[in-house]
């Protein structure tokens, strides 16, 4: 226990950081599975369109966004089920008084402010989805 009541800096680092880990990597993987998620294209309707002449599927988008979203989830709900020592300590122990001394609403804040810029980034290219690739245009079929 250190002298401000069993709470120490690199303590809180370390639960920080396992909080944040699984969320950074789901993200990642995501991030990567993302080109490689895509629906196959049919046109039943012999629609005559930019995209079916692309013969690109849009629903392709909406797959990949709720695979990126649900990346995280997963990985939390893995931590969970396993029951990692660590990992469960960190992220699921209802949390003890924090010390005076510290300036957590000033991290809180900027916690805060990171967790929407996070969303808003995501959501950007949620809603921009030729971004996300190399080339900048809609990959081919």
């Known amino acids: ?10 303590a809180a680092i370390g639960r920080i950081v396992l909080v ?3 969320l950074v990597v789901g993200i990642v ?13 049919h046109n039943p309707y012999r629609v ?5 002449r692309a013969q690109y ?11 990126f979203l ?4 997963i990985l939390l709900l893995a931590l969970r089920v396993s029951r990692i020592p660590v990992f469960t300590k960190a992220l699921f122990a ?14 809180k804040t900027l916690g805060s402010v990171a967790l929407v810029f996070v969303a808003l980034v995501s959501s950007f290219y949620a ?4 971004l996300g690739s190399p080339s900048g245009h809609l990959p081919r079929g």
Not at 29 to 41: A, D, R
Not at 57 to 66: A, D, G, I, T, Y
Not at 70 to 73: E, K, L, Q, S, T
Not at 127 to 130: I, V
């Open 1 to 10: 226990m250190g002298q401000d009541g069993g709470h120490s800096v690199p």
């Open 57 to 67: 599927n849009p629903q392709s988008n909406l797959l990949r966004v709720l695979c």
């Open 94 to 107: 209802r949390p003890s008084p924090l010390p005076q001394a510290l300036p957590w609403s000033r991290a």
């Open 20 to 22: 944040w880990l699984p």
């Open 70 to 73: 649900a990346w995280p989830m």
């Open 127 to 130: 809603m921009h989805p030729d």
């Open 48 to 52: 005559n369109s930019v995209l079916a």
């Open 29 to 41: 993987v995501g991030t990567l599975c993302w080109n490689y998620t895509e629906l196959p294209f």
